[in-house]
């Protein structure tokens, strides 16, 4: 699920780098020049976060974050040439969830969009959480739907990896060996030149951490097997 977010800022060279910037992270990105443009996307659009700009001429970024709370509960982080402290409590008493001083940086920028995004999605997941739901740090396991989301992103696995995640993500902190698993996942007898299991495994760790910056979350405990801690 790729994440579409709202760029409103009245300076058209501000709207464009976000722009270049955000789209080269993979995000989907729609431009606004003023709050009334705004609204109306929003109204059209299915906007997971907005980047919104406080000082704009007419309705100003205060007044468009009141407007939006009035009726869409997604993220907003505020932009503004100023940073006196005044106007981040306005900005944050006003509904907005983060809020950076211009000129900013991309990559501090970039770091507190993908934070919102994940903490939306948590407190989404945990509305939505059912006995055939798990999570794991920031990934959610949909057993009912066959589907594995790591932040608003969906891992693509195959049916295979998709029972092996589920398997040791059911049964968090046991250590199972390559034949259990085998016998489990497959339904069939495992003989022990069968490498099977330690193919897929390796398949299944490199697509979970492309989608979480390394991190392991499947643990090999060498001589023994795989786990997935507590």
């Known amino acids: ?32 020049s003023c709050g009334e443009e705004c609204l109306s996307i929003l109204d059209k659009e299915d906007i997971n976060l907005i980047v919104l700009d406080i000082m704009m001429p007419g309705m100003d970024g205060i007044k468009v974050c009141e407007k939006v709370r009035e009726k869409y509960n997604m993220p907003i982080l505020m932009l503004s040439a100023k940073g006196e402290d005044m106007d981040k409590i306005q900005g944050i008493m006003t509904g907005a969830d983060d809020y950076v001083c211009k000129p900013f940086n991309h990559l501090e920028l970039t770091v507190r969009i993908r934070a919102l995004l994940r903490r939306a ?27 594995v989301m790591i932040d608003y992103n969906e891992v693509d696995l195959t049916a295979r990896e998709f029972e ?3 398997l040791l993500a059911s049964n968090r902190g046991r250590v199972f ?54």
């Open 1 to 32: 699920m790729n994440n579409n977010i709202l760029v409103v800022d009245d300076e058209k060279e501000i709207r464009d780098l976000l722009e270049i910037n955000l789209k080269n992270e993979g995000y989907n990105v729609f431009k606004a």
């Open 164 to 166: 092996i995640l589920y």
């Open 121 to 147: 999605y948590f407190l989404n997941a945990k509305m939505q959480v059912s006995e055939d739901t798990i999570r794991i740090e920031s990934m959610v396991i949909d057993k009912k739907r066959h589907k």
């Open 177 to 230: 060996n390559a034949e259990e698993i085998f016998e489990r996942v497959w339904q069939e007898q495992y003989y022990q030149s069968n490498n099977t299991v330690m193919v897929h495994m390796s398949r299944l760790r490199d697509k979970l951490e492309q989608h979480m910056e390394g991190n392991k979350i499947i643990h090999t405990i060498w001589g023994v097997g795989y786990k997935i801690e507590k």
